[in-house]
């Protein structure tokens, strides 16, 4: 988990509270960045809404815990909880493992479309952190 | 914000990928590899720790002995020459002002006896203070000579061998609690068995522009065993899984040594600050105790949440994590007695939900065979 080597995936838009999103199909995944994890340190246990559960952009869904604190996660889009990823509950290093992949959080199934097109690109996410425009 | 300290060894955490945060006052390392490989580094290798933001004070002169015990809780009188003990400074109430580690040192080349008092880094100025408001009626020297010293923990089962790589003399020979001088290379200071892990390994006080040069030694000495350099995010969790306590956490001004189960620490036949009323709580029973439990459902207990029965708040937890060692969240939390029996459940209620835990046995990680 070095801080040198940090990955920004073009594929996906970006909340400036560290989730990303990318469309798949009629879904949203969100999962959180590869700048998050290496912040958080080790992951050790997530919460997840149950599914089903109505969300609301910009509003915590769930928690990350690292062993050092815990953390809130914010839904980049509103919408409806679709799927979770239950092997967080096994595994949550996949957080930290691979954060874009494997380490997906949720799928919204979203409300509102527009919201995607308010999120951050790649570049603009990443030139932000480098600025310390966000932390 | 008032301005962050630094140790002589900021630019080197920086260097080693260290990541700087803010505790005490003071701009340290929380982690470098990741809080979880440090953990296993220092139970299963040895890990090397930057704790110069500690505070030391030398305290000499004809009466010093006498204003120790006065000051402190332990016998102080019972430590040996070169001997080091835990013991806790408290106010008149019994309440805690911190705790500390007194060395009891050869005496001073005029004769006077000669301590050195180490303290924690967030409570240096307020335990200066006290110390000096303590003084009157005492042949004492106080002496805060922490910016003079540097000092490093190197702990582990590998921590031993590891040094005596760099060290003429036999450290197998220093006792559990015991320090000597040392020397490595050209640079000497005091080193002694003493540590905040639960693991065997050695403490050092060193002259403060020596810190680089015997930190970059160790760590060199100890590459092949797997040493690692250590930050302050497993610090907490090597020194929990061992219930050695935190200020802030399981003492502070709110809580008596009794009820955090320091009674140990406490001779309660000698007259020190403090001691009638903790002689009091002890005769009288106290209204809450420290227990360790584990999570019986899936959450992380933090400091400051509530633990309740039946709904019912019985009490606050003072630390709680993921042990590495065991792979289990656990905690500690400071119960009403009645609740503090080994098995009892409870619930921590996590962001306003009820999750279930037990009490079960503390120190959470004990491996005393190994010190000697």
Same mark, same amino acid.
């Given at each position: 988990?070095?801080?040198?080597?940090?990955?920004?995936?073009?594929?996906?838009?970006?909340?400036?509270?560290?989730?990303?999103?990318?469309?798949?199909?009629?879904?949203?995944?969100?999962?959180?960045?590869?700048?998050?994890?290496?912040?958080?340190?080790?992951?050790?246990?997530?919460?997840?809404?149950?599914?089903?559960?109505?969300?609301?952009?910009?509003?915590?869904?769930?928690?990350?815990?690292?062993?050092?604190?815990?953390?809130?996660?914010?839904?980049?889009?509103?919408?409806?909880?679709?799927?979770?990823?239950?092997?967080?509950?096994?595994?949550?290093?996949?957080?930290?493992?691979?954060?874009?992949?494997?380490?997906?959080?949720?799928?919204?199934?979203?409300?509102?479309?527009?919201?995607?097109?308010?999120?951050?690109?790649?570049?603009?996410?990443?030139?932000?952190?480098?600025?310390?425009?966000?932390? | 914000?008032?301005?962050?300290?630094?140790?002589?060894?900021?630019?080197?955490?920086?260097?080693?990928?260290?990541?700087?945060?803010?505790?005490?006052?003071?701009?340290?390392?929380?982690?470098?590899?990741?809080?979880?490989?440090?953990?296993?580094?220092?139970?299963?290798?040895?890990?090397?720790?930057?704790?110069?933001?500690?505070?030391?004070?030398?305290?000499?002169?004809?009466?010093?002995?006498?204003?120790?015990?006065?000051?402190?809780?332990?016998?102080?009188?019972?430590?040996?020459?070169? $001997?080091?003990?835990?013991?806790?400074?408290?106010?008149?109430?019994?309440?805690?002002?911190?705790?500390?580690?007194?060395?009891?040192?050869?005496?001073?080349?005029?004769?006077?006896?000669?301590?050195?008092?180490?303290?924690?880094?967030?409570?240096?100025?307020?335990?200066?203070?006290?110390?000096?408001?303590?003084?009157?009626?005492?042949?004492?020297?106080?002496?805060?000579?922490?910016?003079?010293?540097?000092? /490093?923990?190197?702990?582990?089962?590998?921590?031993?061998?590891? /040094?005596?790589?760099?060290?003429?003399?036999?450290?197998?020979?220093?006792?559990?609690?015991?320090?000597?001088?040392?020397?490595?290379?050209?640079?000497?200071?005091?080193?002694?068995?003493?540590?905040?892990?639960?693991?065997?390994?050695?403490?050092?006080?060193?002259?403060?522009?020596?810190?680089?040069?015997?930190?970059?030694?160790?760590?060199?000495?100890?590459?092949?065993?797997?040493?690692?350099?250590?930050?302050?995010?497993?610090?907490?969790?090597?020194?929990? $899984?061992?219930?050695?306590? /935190?200020?802030?956490?399981?003492?502070?001004?709110?809580?008596?040594?009794?009820?955090?189960?320091?009674?140990?620490?406490?001779?309660?036949?000698?007259?020190?600050?403090?001691?009638?009323?903790?002689?009091?709580?002890?005769?009288?029973?106290?209204?809450?105790?420290?227990?360790?439990?584990?999570?019986?459902?899936?959450?992380?207990?933090?400091?400051?949440?509530?633990?309740?029965?039946?709904?019912?708040?019985?009490?606050?937890?003072?630390?709680?994590?993921?042990?590495?060692?065991?792979?289990?969240?656990?905690?500690?939390?400071?119960?009403?007695?009645?609740?503090?029996?080994?098995?009892?459940?409870?619930?921590?209620?996590?962001?306003?939900?009820?999750?279930?835990?037990?009490?079960?046995?503390?120190?959470?990680?004990?491996?005393?065979?190994?010190?000697?």
């Amino acid at each position: 988990m070095s801080d040198q080597q940090l990955n920004y995936l073009a594929d996906r838009k970006y909340a400036e509270s560290h989730e990303w999103a990318k469309p798949e199909g009629e879904l949203v995944v969100v999962g959180v960045s590869d700048y998050a994890q290496s912040q958080l340190g080790d992951v050790v246990f997530v919460e997840l809404p149950a599914v089903g559960k109505a969300l609301e952009a910009g509003k915590a869904f769930g928690v990350v815990e690292s062993v050092k604190a815990a953390s809130d996660v914010y839904a980049p889009v509103s919408g409806t909880v679709a799927a979770i990823n239950d092997a967080l509950n096994a595994d949550p290093a996949l957080v930290n493992k691979d954060a874009f992949g494997a380490g997906w959080f949720i799928k919204i199934k979203p409300s509102n479309p527009a919201d995607l097109e308010k999120l951050l690109d790649a570049a603009t996410y990443e030139k932000k952190i480098a600025a310390g425009e966000i932390h | 914000m008032s301005e962050l300290k630094r140790t002589p060894l900021y630019a080197t955490h920086v260097a080693l990928g260290g990541r700087m945060v803010e505790f005490g006052g003071w701009e340290m390392p929380v982690q470098y590899a990741g809080i979880l490989e440090e953990h296993h580094a220092v139970r299963t290798a040895a890990g090397l720790f930057d704790v110069d933001h500690m505070g030391q004070f030398e305290v000499t002169g004809a009466d010093a002995l006498p204003y120790l015990q006065h000051l402190l809780t332990a016998n102080i009188a019972a430590l040996a020459l070169n $001997e080091a003990g835990y013991a806790l400074m408290c106010y008149a109430d019994g309440t805690v002002v911190d705790d500390t580690f007194v060395y009891h040192l050869p005496r001073k080349k005029t004769g006077e006896a000669h301590y050195m008092v180490v303290v924690n880094a967030g409570n240096r100025a307020k335990d200066w203070a006290w110390m000096k408001a303590h003084v009157a009626g005492f042949r004492v020297n106080l002496r805060d000579i922490s910016d003079h010293l540097y000092m /490093l923990a190197f702990q582990g089962p590998q921590a031993e061998q590891i /040094l005596q790589k760099l060290e003429s003399f036999d450290l197998s020979k220093i006792k559990y609690h015991f320090a000597r001088a040392f020397k490595i290379g050209k640079q000497s200071g005091l080193i002694a068995r003493t540590g905040y892990t639960g693991e065997d390994g050695f403490e050092m006080f060193i002259p403060v522009d020596s810190g680089k040069h015997v930190w970059d030694a160790i760590l060199e000495a100890g590459k092949a065993a797997g040493a690692q350099p250590i930050g302050l995010g497993a610090r907490d969790s090597l020194r929990f $899984e061992a219930k050695m306590p /935190l200020y802030g956490h399981e003492i502070d001004a709110h809580t008596t040594p009794i009820e955090a189960g320091l009674t140990w620490a406490c001779d309660l036949d000698k007259m020190f600050i403090g001691r009638d009323c903790i002689l009091k709580r002890k005769l009288e029973g106290v209204t809450k105790k420290l227990v360790g439990f584990e999570m019986i459902e899936p959450g992380v207990a933090r400091k400051d949440y509530t633990v309740a029965q039946a709904g019912n708040p019985i009490g606050v937890v003072t630390t709680g994590m993921f042990a590495p060692t065991f792979k289990k969240n656990l905690g500690l939390a400071f119960v009403a007695p009645e609740f503090a029996k080994l098995g009892t459940e409870f619930d921590v209620i996590i962001r306003g939900k009820p999750v279930k835990a037990r009490t079960v046995k503390t120190p959470f990680y004990a491996n005393r065979a190994k010190m000697k």
